[in-house]
């Protein structure tokens, strides 16, 4: 049998060789794998890794496919620091979505030039009712919130897919299932450059990261709330002793994470859809529980995290456009890279302790 | 160790640069670049492989003349807007994008790109440099409808329906044409796979069908699921998109085969010539290349498990659509229930096709939503 004893210190030397050697196994592993597929490597491996920097407007496209990844990332992080396994932010992306893109075409006509900031509100709210739902369950009843949030996120998606197959269907989609286009206001814009004009989808939406990173960063390392969570992720009995209360935690983590997805769905939509569609989330919810674990649960790793994904996605079109790679073959370079990144980090706070079955 | 990783980084950056520079110099000749995206793998055996085989044909017909680039598995979303628009700032010049959620990506890229042609297949919306192409597949169904209609033996039809739009439900009224052209007694059941491609559910659908008492299988969806169903249960089926005899041998009786590639060709030529157009009309539907069973954008596979006499009608059917003798939608049509659609003497138009969210007499139930 296989136990993972927890190291007394983490050697700081490794923190730093750790993800290096992780990366140079893959890029090892990925040479051999294109190789042998007949594809040439050094190629390969630029296209995945270094295409997607070689220009100005694909290195924005980056930080666009990130976006919403850190933005649900970052609010996953507050839910695994205290231990609470909320893996349907999915779920709470979409009816977020949903909710603020609903407003948005019931009511086009309000004046005001906060349009979007009351979207995102309601977005906010949307994704953390969502999330309400496993939170009260297991509060109240114990109820399990990881497979509760899971089955959520399926409701989510057959309910969005029923209100744009039917009542907010535009009539002039020839019974296409999608929404009218949002109105003027709804929509999140790309940011011009002078001299340059747009780059790629570059869209003012990017900015919300600027604020989210710093103030999620100050709220679990400086604030009594943030301390709490940390506490009771760690040590459960500590934060009972303490007289933390635990139900009130695990609500409040599950509120704002599922409140960020929602605001990740209403940012992306309204930058890069501009109508309601059947699907909206294309597993960002899911890919975010990857980019909060790889970013160690930390805003400014979650960032990186979110960079390199997001990285790995576009060099991976890039390597299938230029080389004609198909995604299958990247998709596994995609997991062995994810593969050992996650391994070397578990490697350096555990130990590994074989023993024979008694 | 700071140093180690200084040299790391110097090794990366050293071997960037250079790759950088090889592929910048790499592309000398002129061929005319082509780009197609695509919705899901060509192993779907379905929609995107009879993409795979128009594309195929593209570079046959062309061979050093074309320059293709494929994305696939591209969701219909920020995605596509993303490598739509990387296609372009490759120096495509024209850009199949193939499947419908690709509508408002494309369109949204084309504006930034005046000069390049793109070709979105089965929309709705064009403007100066997006033409859009589509198939009759109801054509195909029309003949599915009268060889049902021949061999069943329970009169119960099982029919597996991707979502409830006008394009499916114009095929399921189109197989009802065919249907009761032959037999009166014959009546189709539908269910909603609320998917394009999951040979989980395909195939969970149709052994409900097989359940229920349907023998002859009909399918709007992508994978072979259904006719590997209807091979080991003993019933018979239609094949989607490709030839699927491959999949079952004894069940398909015939496929409804997407001809994507004398289309591309065609635009594509268009393009070397300076003649590419998006064939707008006053029309909204006029001007969408909309071509069937004569423009041989779709073809009908080999007739199979059935008797003589059988394909022999079928064949008669393909004829009849061919020279135009056949009017799918000719009046008096009535909906399943019994309210008149339009009178004899006058027959639907594209745009009533389009318009289509009632069943035909010969389908049970009711269109959802």
């Known amino acids: 049998m296989i136990t993972f004893i927890p190291r007394d210190k983490v050697s700081k030397n490794w923190t730093i060789i750790g993800p290096i050697l992780s990366i140079f196994l893959t890029v090892f592993f990925g040479l051999l794998i294109f190789t042998f597929l007949g594809y040439n490597p050094l190629e390969t491996l630029y296209q995945i890794f270094l295409s997607p920097f070689s220009r100005i407007d694909r290195i924005s496209d980056i930080f666009v496919k990130a976006c919403p990844l850190i933005i649900v990332g970052i609010g996953l992080m507050l839910c695994f620091r205290a231990n609470v396994w909320n893996i349907g932010a999915e779920g709470q992306f979409i009816i977020g979505t949903l909710l603020a893109g609903s407003f948005a075409l019931l009511f086009p006509s309000i004046e005001t030039k906060f349009f979007i900031f009351i979207m995102i509100v309601i977005g906010f709210i949307g994704g953390a009712l969502w999330a309400f739902i496993p939170a009260i369950l297991k509060t109240k009843l114990n109820v399990n919130e990881i497979l509760v949030s899971l089955m959520l996120v399926y409701v989510a998606m057959l309910f969005i897919d029923f209100i744009v197959r039917g009542p907010l269907r535009d009539p002039m989609s020839f019974g296409f299932p999608l929404s009218k286009p949002y109105p003027e206001g709804a929509i999140i814009n790309k940011i011009p450059f002078p001299g340059i004009g747009y780059l790629g989808q570059l869209h003012y939406g990017i900015l919300f990261i600027i604020l989210l990173i710093p103030i999620s960063w100050l709220f679990v390392n400086k604030t009594l709330s943030g301390f709490k969570i940390n506490v009771l992720g760690a040590a459960p009995k500590a934060a009972k002793f303490a007289g933390f209360k635990q139900n009130t935690i695990t609500i409040t983590v599950l509120l704002i994470s599922g409140g960020l997805a929602g605001v990740a769905g209403v940012i992306e939509v309204s930058a890069n859809i501009g109508q309601l569609q059947p699907e909206v989330s294309f597993g960002y919810g899911f890919t975010a529980i990857i980019v909060a674990f790889l970013g160690r649960l930390n805003p400014v790793g979650i960032l990186f995290a979110g960079i390199i994904i997001a990285t790995v996605k576009l060099g991976a079109d890039n390597a299938q456009m230029s080389m004609g790679i198909p995604k299958v073959v990247t998709g596994l370079f995609e997991g062995i890279l994810l593969f050992f990144l996650l391994t070397g980090e578990t490697l350096q706070k555990y130990k590994i302790k074989w023993s024979k079955v008694t | ?369």
Not at chain 2, 187 to 197: G, P
């Open chain 2, 1 to 369: 160790m700071l140093k180690f990783c200084m040299r790391i980084f110097s090794l990366f950056a050293l071997s960037a640069s250079v790759l950088f520079f090889i592929f910048n110099s790499a592309f000398a000749g002129n061929p005319t670049k082509v780009g197609f995206v695509y919705l899901t793998t060509p192993g779907d055996h379905g929609w995107t492989y009879a993409h795979e085989l128009g594309k195929q044909m593209v570079e046959k017909r062309f061979g050093s003349d074309v320059k293709v680039s494929v994305v696939e598995n591209v969701p219909e979303g920020p995605d596509a807007t993303r490598v739509i628009r990387e296609l372009a700032k490759q120096g495509n010049e024209i850009i199949f994008t193939t499947s419908f959620g690709y509508m408002e990506p494309t369109l949204k890229v084309a504006k930034e790109f005046p000069n390049v042609k793109f070709e979105h297949i089965t929309g709705y919306k064009r403007s100066k440099n997006v033409a859009t192409g589509n198939i009759r597949f109801y054509e195909g169904r029309y003949i599915q409808g009268v060889v049902a209609g021949l061999m069943t033996k329970t009169n119960k039809i099982g029919y597996i329906g991707a979502y409830p739009i006008a394009e499916v439900i114009m095929g399921i009224n189109s197989f009802a044409q065919g249907l009761r052209s032959v037999n009166k007694d014959a009546s189709i059941s539908v269910i909603w796979a609320n998917t394009w491609y999951d040979p989980v559910k395909e195939a969970d659908a149709a052994k409900v069908h097989i359940a229920e008492g349907a023998d002859i299988l009909a399918q709007h969806t992508d994978s072979p699921a259904m006719l590997q169903i209807a091979e080991k249960k003993g019933a018979l089926g239609f094949g989607q998109s490709t030839d699927m005899s491959a999949f079952a041998p004894k069940a398909q009786l015939f496929a409804s085969i997407n001809n994507w590639g004398p289309y591309y060709i065609r635009k594509i030529e268009e393009l070397k010539s300076g003649k590419w157009n998006t064939g707008d009309g006053p029309d909204h539907w006029a001007g969408n290349d909309w071509g069937g069973l004569k423009a041989e954008m779709l073809l009908i596979s080999k007739f199979q498990n059935m008797p003589d006499s059988v394909a022999k009608k079928a064949q008669e059917a393909l004829n009849g659509l061919k020279s135009g003798k056949i009017n799918i939608f000719a009046g008096p049509l009535v909906d399943n229930t019994g309210k008149e659609i339009i009178p004899a003497g006058k027959s639907l138009d594209d745009g009533a096709l389009w318009g289509m969210n009632y069943y035909l007499k010969g389908v049970n139930g009711k269109v959802p939503g």
